[in-house]
């Protein structure tokens, strides 16, 4: 079973590039979300999907992009990358909206910016 | 505001010992709560969850947690570590309808040693 997968996972940037972060989830589930993970801050919330064609902020968006292209897709935009955007980065799918489901995770893609 | 702590940023326990993380949220409405384990360059697994129902919950791999509204608490408890419990141990929480989004503590590092 494959899950939440996500590419690349690794990944070196100059500062001032582009790059997309992808997740597909084979679980047909309607909420994805996507974290990032720094030393002592646990994982934050970037943004969130509760069902194809939507999208919403979550508690630390400024600096990204996200796209959910269908229901198995959910991308995450860098449009400038910038230092403080080092980081893992993972992606979560959910069976509903509601939060009483567990989120299931990929195993995370790790970006540094240099 | 809504909050996750987790007390000690590093556990160091023996082989054959209790093993205890403390998590304390801060909300004024119902939570539902989830414990994650985070193995080095993976990502994060459900190790238990509570939505609604009996208080103490147990989960994979011998852990086990308990809900206590008038501590604010749910702390992760298992009786006997084994060496393979190593890894890092995330509390988060979410509520009824929020789209799923989990506020996380910052983390626990469990280390066991022989």
């Known amino acids: 079973n494959a899950g939440v997968t996500q590419t690349p996972k690794f990944q070196v940037l100059k500062t001032g590039q582009s790059m997309t972060l992808q997740c597909a989830q084979d679980?047909?589930?309607?909420?994805m979300y996507w974290y990032r993970q720094d030393p002592g801050m646990g994982l934050r919330l970037i943004y969130y999907s509760a069902s194809e064609g939507t999208t919403d902020k979550g508690e630390v968006p400024n600096g990204y992009n996200v796209s959910r292209l269908n229901k198995r897709e959910f991308s995450l935009r860098l449009e400038s990358a910038a230092p403080s955007q080092t980081s893992v980065y993972f992606c979560?799918?959910?069976?509903?909206?509601?939060?009483?489901?567990?989120?299931?995770f990929g195993d995370g893609t790790r970006l540094s910016i240099l | 505001a809504q909050s996750v702590t987790q007390l000690g940023s590093h556990v160091s326990v023996s082989e054959g010992a209790l093993v205890l993380l403390r998590c304390n949220y801060s909300s004024s409405v119902p939570p539902y709560l989830f414990w994650y384990v985070q193995y080095p360059n993976q990502g994060l697994q459900l190790l238990l969850k509570?939505?609604?129902?009996?208080?103490l919950v147990k989960g994979i791999n011998g852990f086990e947690a308990e809900f206590k509204k008038s501590e604010t608490s749910f702390h992760l408890t298992k009786p006997s570590a084994h060496m393979s419990d190593a890894a890092e141990y995330f509390c988060a929480v979410t509520f009824y309808n929020q789209g799923g989004k989990l506020i996380f503590g910052q983390g626990t590092e469990l280390s066991v040693k022989p």
């Open positions: 679980m047909n589930h309607n909420s």
């Open positions: 979560a799918s959910s069976e509903d909206r509601l939060g009483n489901q567990p989120q299931h």
């Open positions: 509570y939505t609604t129902g009996a208080t």
